[in-house]
């Protein structure tokens, strides 16, 4: 019995580095993904605390990422491709913005008891950047954020990808 086993070892290590055994295949590594285009404008818009957040960042390609929803329940992110003329008129406005102007225009919180209800736009072009309340909204501003709006509502431009991002499970389901 013991013979058999040192000859079952002895046949099985002489089996071993055999030039005749595969190796294993070396495996490519994939491309790194694209980065995206310069970013245009990034506009964030919320309600008051609400928790449900949406986003449009306008890429300089005639591109957009939306984000909508936010909070606990998780959110979506959408890739969005807008017509040359759509791309066009959109980073027109976000350059006739007048940031410079508005710089140090901000929103007062409501805090407790307080008004905190109106709907809030954080708007960001390269290093400046404007808070103003639909209410309240300068009428230079305006054109540009109902562009944007019209992005993110999915008014303006054609969906080409998205995906949900749950907040509590983590999980990403395409």
Same mark, same amino acid.
Not at 53 to 64: H, I, N, Q
Not at 93 to 107: M, N
């Given at each position: 019995?013991?013979?058999?086993?040192?000859?079952?070892?002895?046949?099985?290590?002489?089996?071993?580095?055999?030039?005749? %055994?595969?190796?294993?295949?070396?495996?490519?590594?994939?491309?790194?993904?694209?980065?995206?285009?310069?970013?245009?404008?990034?506009?964030?818009?919320?309600?008051?605390?609400?928790?449900?957040?949406?986003?449009? %960042?306008?890429?300089?390609?005639?591109?957009?990422?939306?984000?909508?929803?936010?909070?606990?329940?998780?959110?979506?992110?959408?890739?969005?491709?807008?017509?040359?003329?759509?791309?066009?008129?959109?980073?027109?406005?976000?350059?006739?913005?007048?940031?410079?102007?508005?710089?140090?225009?901000?929103?007062?919180?409501?805090?407790?008891?307080?008004?905190?209800?109106?709907?809030?736009?954080?708007?960001?072009?390269?290093?400046?950047?404007?808070?103003?309340?639909?209410?309240?909204?300068?009428?230079?501003?305006?054109?540009?954020?109902?562009?944007?709006?019209?992005?993110?509502?999915?008014?303006?431009?054609?969906?080409?990808?998205?995906?949900?991002?749950?907040?509590?499970?983590?999980?990403?389901?395409?």
């Amino acid at each position: 019995m013991r013979a058999l086993v040192i000859g079952a070892m002895v046949a099985t290590l002489v089996g071993c580095g055999s030039e005749a %055994s595969p190796k294993p295949a070396v495996q490519q590594s994939e491309a790194a993904p694209k980065k995206p285009a310069a970013e245009v404008i990034y506009l964030y818009r919320v309600q008051g605390d609400d928790p449900m957040p949406y986003s449009v %960042s306008l890429r300089a390609d005639g591109t957009a990422q939306v984000i909508r929803g936010g909070g606990h329940g998780g959110f979506k992110k959408i890739a969005v491709v807008l017509d040359p003329a759509d791309a066009k008129r959109s980073a027109r406005l976000a350059e006739r913005a007048p940031f410079k102007r508005l710089d140090g225009l901000t929103v007062r919180p409501g805090g407790f008891g307080g008004w905190d209800n109106d709907i809030r736009y954080m708007i960001r072009r390269g290093n400046r950047s404007v808070t103003v309340t639909a209410d309240h909204m300068p009428r230079s501003i305006r054109p540009l954020v109902r562009n944007l709006d019209a992005i993110i509502d999915g008014d303006t431009g054609r969906e080409v990808s998205s995906s949900f991002h749950a907040a509590i499970s983590g999980t990403i389901d395409n």
